[in-house]
């Protein structure tokens, strides 16, 4: 799971990898099977291998996603709750971040801590006429 801190909203995209695609293509099925759209494929070169991933980046289809891999996750289950919980705005953007920062502290995720005091639900931080009112000052900066 990546996330990108944005001015009022954390950028949340999943992603699975292997170097070997008969892997990805199954993992593309699963989720197509359980009614899951999916992305084209796409690879990375890196030096001499390709390395084949799929991206889930919307929304509403990674909250399928989550819901679908957390009765078989353990090792990514902290972050994959964590995305849901933000998702659906049972959780602020700093809250989130702030349960990541757990989890890597806690040696359960790979990364370095974020300071983000961004305290707007996903839905809140999306919609622009929803946002904190800008300052005279912020608005001339």
Same mark, same amino acid.
């Given at each position: 799971?990546?996330?990108?801190?944005?001015?009022?909203?954390?950028?949340?995209?999943?992603?699975?990898?292997?170097?070997?695609?008969? *892997?990805?293509?199954?993992?593309? *099925?699963?989720?197509?099977?359980?009614?899951?759209?999916?992305?084209?494929?796409?690879? *990375?070169?890196?030096?001499?291998?390709?390395?084949?991933?799929?991206?889930?980046?919307?929304?509403?289809?990674?909250?399928?996603?989550?819901?679908?891999?957390?009765?078989?996750?353990?090792?990514?289950?902290?972050?994959?709750?964590?995305?849901?919980?933000?998702?659906?705005?049972?959780?602020?953007?700093?809250?989130?971040?702030?349960?990541?920062?757990?989890?890597?502290?806690?040696?359960?995720?790979?990364?370095?801590?974020?300071?983000?005091?961004?305290?707007?639900?996903?839905?809140?931080?999306?919609?622009?006429?929803?946002?904190?009112?800008?300052?005279?000052?912020?608005?001339?900066?």
């Amino acid at each position: 799971m990546y996330v990108a801190l944005c001015k009022f909203v954390l950028k949340i995209r999943l992603a699975f990898y292997d170097v070997w695609k008969p *892997q990805i293509e199954t993992t593309t *099925q699963f989720f197509e099977s359980r009614g899951i759209p999916t992305r084209r494929l796409s690879v *990375q070169e890196k030096g001499e291998t390709e390395l084949w991933n799929l991206t889930f980046s919307e929304p509403t289809v990674m909250k399928l996603v989550i819901r679908k891999l957390l009765p078989f996750s353990c090792k990514k289950r902290g972050d994959l709750l964590v995305a849901l919980n933000y998702l659906e705005d049972r959780i602020t953007a700093r809250e989130a971040v702030e349960k990541l920062n757990g989890l890597v502290l806690e040696k359960r995720r790979s990364g370095y801590i974020r300071r983000f005091d961004v305290d707007l639900t996903r839905s809140v931080g999306s919609r622009p006429g929803k946002r904190p009112a800008r300052t005279a000052r912020d608005a001339h900066a």
